[in-house]
């Protein structure tokens, strides 16, 4: 039951009747705005064979809905996580209880390329997009990089930043700010310092190789006591996860959210159990 309400909470736009009132009010408000600006980013089988993508781009794909299952698990373990919500915006957003946002870009690279130099954080790394973002939605959500990259170290160097951005040092981030600036197409550092602030930077994750059997390892001894579950359940539970993300991000576009926001009732998840006990 547990992973069924999860179920209704990752889709490829926004859950509303999970609660009875959520708070997504910044997403909701911003949507009608902006939904020109940034369609949303249609994963389709079919479409990626017309375009020729090798199997390792779909790889890429599935690394992302890993990431995803990995906010799912948070959503039954943390209660302030109330959903996720995939390919809109950016990769994914995770939307807290309170109404606050984060939304999250998620890289992959390659153990064959190089580690990302500064300019190329910003670009390859994803950090310009989610500026863009950041300044879309009118500075109004935190943002969060997720990669598998183990980023450069020593001075002016992106794990530089990383630490800098964790520790909110104001002496830092102000540097930092001046630094990208350029890089991000900025109009001058104070908006970087205000990105800066809000920001993320999470290295070093599991590459697409190994994600799924550490994941399993980290995350469902604790999800296996919370729902009374065996090592075989649990495993099978992770893997219902990912499916979920992958079906959200491959799901139809923007018509679901207008949808949703019109009635949220076939989303709940009381509606949903409803409908099955009925058929």
């Not at 809905?65 to 698990?73: D, I």
């Not at 809109?88 to 990302?116: L, M, P, R, T």
């Not at 969060?144 to 800098?164: F, H, I, K, S, V």
């Not at 499916?243 to 949808?259: K, M, N, Q, T």
Request: contains cysteine; charged residues 25%.
């Amino acid at each position: 039951e547990r992973l069924a309400i999860v179920g209704c909470r990752v889709i490829d736009a926004v859950s509303l009747a999970i609660d009875p009132n959520p708070q997504v009010g910044l997403l909701l408000e911003e949507f009608e705005k902006v939904r020109h600006l940034c369609p949303r980013r249609h994963i389709d089988a079919e479409d990626n064979q017309k375009r020729g993508l090798a199997a390792e781009t779909l790889d890429r794909f599935r690394y992302q809905a890993h990431l995803v299952a990995r906010a799912c698990v948070a959503m039954i373990l943390d209660q302030r996580v109330a959903a996720v919500i995939c390919e809109w915006h950016e990769d994914y957003i995770v939307q807290f209880a309170n109404g606050a946002s984060e939304i999250v870009s998620v890289k992959h690279h390659d153990g064959s390329q190089i580690n990302w130099t500064v300019r190329q954080l910003c670009a390859d790394g994803g950090l310009r997009h989610l500026f863009d973002r950041f300044l879309l939605l009118q500075e109004r959500v935190t943002c969060r990089l997720q990669t598998n990259e183990q980023l450069r170290t020593g001075a002016q160097q992106p794990a530089e930043l990383r630490d800098c951005c964790a520790s909110k040092d104001a002496s830092g981030i102000s540097t930092w700010a001046t630094t990208l600036a350029p890089h991000l197409g900025a109009t001058g550092p104070d908006v970087v310092e205000r990105f800066l602030r809000v920001l993320t930077i999470e290295d070093g994750l599991p590459d697409r190789g190994v994600v799924k059997p550490v994941h399993v390892q980290q995350l469902m001894p604790e999800l296996s006591r919370e729902l009374g579950l065996d090592v075989i359940t649990a495993e099978r539970s992770y893997e219902s996860l990912v499916a979920l993300a992958l079906d959200a991000c491959s799901a139809p576009g923007h018509e679901i959210v207008i949808a949703a926001v019109a009635d949220p009732t076939p989303v709940s998840y009381t509606h949903l159990r409803a409908h099955e006990t009925d058929s």
